[in-house]
């Protein structure tokens, strides 16, 4: 028996050896996120905080407004989220690293307890989210890092709003908070880009609903926002004709090319995609191709689109025909096919 016991001792102190950088990663999240929700306050606190700016009090009520719309109008899940507020003070809180192979559009993956695989590490250190791009680029990955608009715990717990969300004009706030919204009330294991796909599309056409109900279509609100989605339609699907040309170009490289050759081909056609990003007839959402003089983008750029808007021409065909435009009842068959972790 005490061999046993020091056997199962041994293969414990493995294991902890093993995955300890999983460990010591999930300890240092959990931290992060217990920092933002115990350093939160109630709404009620907030509004009479006569530091906290005048201009984001507004926001606070529209975003009451909001969180009912997506209960009452769209059967969306009722929770303690959004009733307290963590104060950024206007610094970032969360940077998130993703990465994509350099000659394929292929993501770099993490393995995560419950959630399953992942094609993004969040980190709530901005040091340590740069030494992990640092490290994967020394890999050879086109990486990316990011700072997340939202963030939700998946209903595992009580989501703050983040003063940051409050900058938003009230489409683009209604947008994100149902997008939250969304996570925490159906996910998909294993399926980010389904997860975020979908999220995405309910968030903008729920915006559309509510800014309608609240003001009218014909009112200055509806109309900038539509506006402002239309432009960023117009320029998500040109990223995305721009992967499927990466596509194509890296289906042409062989084993016995060389590195300098493809990297050549590569970065010539995303300048070429670029600098086409001019000829977009644009409202409102302007992004020239001067934005990318320094930097142009790489493979994670185009991956990251694909993980937010590849799937929104399905969920809208989806939605018109076999739902005739009923968001409500979409989102309840979603539910029922897909509960929340």
Same mark, same amino acid.
């Given at each position: 028996?005490?061999?046993?016991?020091i056997?199962l001792l041994?293969?414990?102190?493995?294991?902890?050896?093993?995955?300890?950088?999983?460990?010591a990663?999930? #300890? =240092?999240?959990?931290?992060?996120?217990?920092?933002? #929700?115990w @350093?939160?306050?109630?709404? &009620?606190?907030v509004?009479?905080?006569?530091?906290?700016p005048?201009?984001?009090?507004?926001?606070?009520?529209?975003?009451?407004?909001i969180?009912?719309?997506?209960?009452? =109008?769209?059967?969306?899940?009722? =929770?303690? @989220?959004y009733?307290t507020?963590?104060?950024?003070?206007?610094?970032?809180?969360m940077w998130v690293?993703?990465?994509?192979?350099?000659?394929?559009l292929k993501?770099?993956t993490?393995?995560f307890?419950?959630?399953?695989?992942?094609p993004?590490? !969040?980190?709530f250190?901005?040091?340590?989210?740069?030494?992990?791009?640092?490290?994967?680029?020394d &890999?050879?990955?086109?990486?990316?890092?990011?700072?997340? !608009?939202?963030?939700?715990t998946l209903?595992?717990?009580?989501?703050? #709003?983040?003063?940051?969300?409050l900058?938003?004009? &009230?489409?683009?706030?209604?947008?994100?908070?149902?997008?939250?919204?969304?996570?925490?009330?159906?996910?998909?294991k294993?399926?980010?880009?389904?997860?975020?796909?979908?999220?995405? +599309?309910?968030?903008?056409?729920?915006?559309?609903?509510f800014?309608?109900?609240?003001y009218?279509?014909?009112?200055?609100?509806?109309?900038?926002y539509?506006?402002e989605?239309?432009?960023?339609q117009?320029?998500?699907?040109?990223v995305?004709? !721009?992967?499927?040309?990466?596509d194509?170009?890296y289906?042409? +490289?062989?084993?016995?090319?060389?590195?300098? +050759?493809?990297?050549?081909?590569?970065?010539?056609?995303i300048?070429?995609i670029?600098?086409?990003?001019?000829?977009?007839?644009?409202h409102?959402?302007k992004?020239?191709?001067?934005?990318?003089?320094?930097?142009?983008? @790489?493979?994670?750029?185009?991956? @990251?689109?694909?993980r937010?808007? =590849?799937?929104r021409?399905n +969920?809208k065909?989806?939605?018109?025909?076999?739902?005739? !435009?009923?968001?409500?009842?979409?989102?309840?068959?979603?539910?029922?096919r897909y509960p929340?972790?």
């Amino acid at each position: 028996m005490k061999k046993i016991w020091i056997a199962l001792l041994v293969l414990a102190v493995a294991l902890v050896g093993w995955y300890w950088s999983l460990i010591a990663y999930g #300890i =240092s999240q959990g931290m992060g996120q217990m920092r933002i #929700i115990w @350093n939160a306050r109630p709404i &009620e606190e907030v509004l009479a905080d006569p530091a906290f700016p005048d201009s984001l009090k507004g926001k606070l009520h529209i975003v009451e407004g909001i969180k009912s719309f997506a209960i009452d =109008s769209l059967g969306l899940n009722d =929770s303690e @989220n959004y009733k307290t507020v963590y104060d950024q003070k206007g610094e970032e809180l969360m940077w998130v690293v993703t990465a994509s192979e350099p000659f394929r559009l292929k993501a770099k993956t993490w393995d995560f307890p419950v959630v399953g695989t992942v094609p993004y590490k !969040g980190y709530f250190d901005k040091g340590k989210a740069l030494a992990e791009m640092k490290r994967l680029q020394d &890999e050879g990955w086109d990486v990316g890092v990011r700072n997340p !608009g939202g963030w939700s715990t998946l209903g595992w717990f009580t989501d703050p #709003i983040l003063s940051g969300m409050l900058e938003r004009n &009230e489409g683009d706030l209604a947008s994100l908070i149902i997008h939250e919204m969304v996570h925490a009330t159906l996910f998909v294991k294993d399926s980010v880009a389904f997860n975020e796909n979908l999220a995405s +599309f309910i968030g903008d056409s729920a915006a559309y609903l509510f800014l309608a109900a609240k003001y009218g279509k014909g009112s200055a609100e509806y109309t900038t926002y539509v506006y402002e989605v239309l432009d960023h339609q117009r320029y998500s699907q040109h990223v995305l004709r !721009g992967a499927g040309a990466l596509d194509s170009l890296y289906n042409t +490289f062989g084993k016995g090319d060389a590195y300098a +050759f493809k990297k050549a081909k590569k970065d010539a056609l995303i300048q070429k995609i670029v600098h086409l990003m001019d000829t977009l007839t644009l409202h409102q959402y302007k992004i020239p191709a001067k934005r990318f003089a320094a930097r142009p983008p @790489n493979n994670d750029y185009f991956l @990251n689109y694909r993980r937010y808007q =590849s799937r929104r021409t399905n +969920f809208k065909l989806e939605l018109e025909d076999k739902y005739h !435009g009923d968001l409500r009842k979409m989102i309840q068959d979603y539910k029922a096919r897909y509960p929340s972790l």
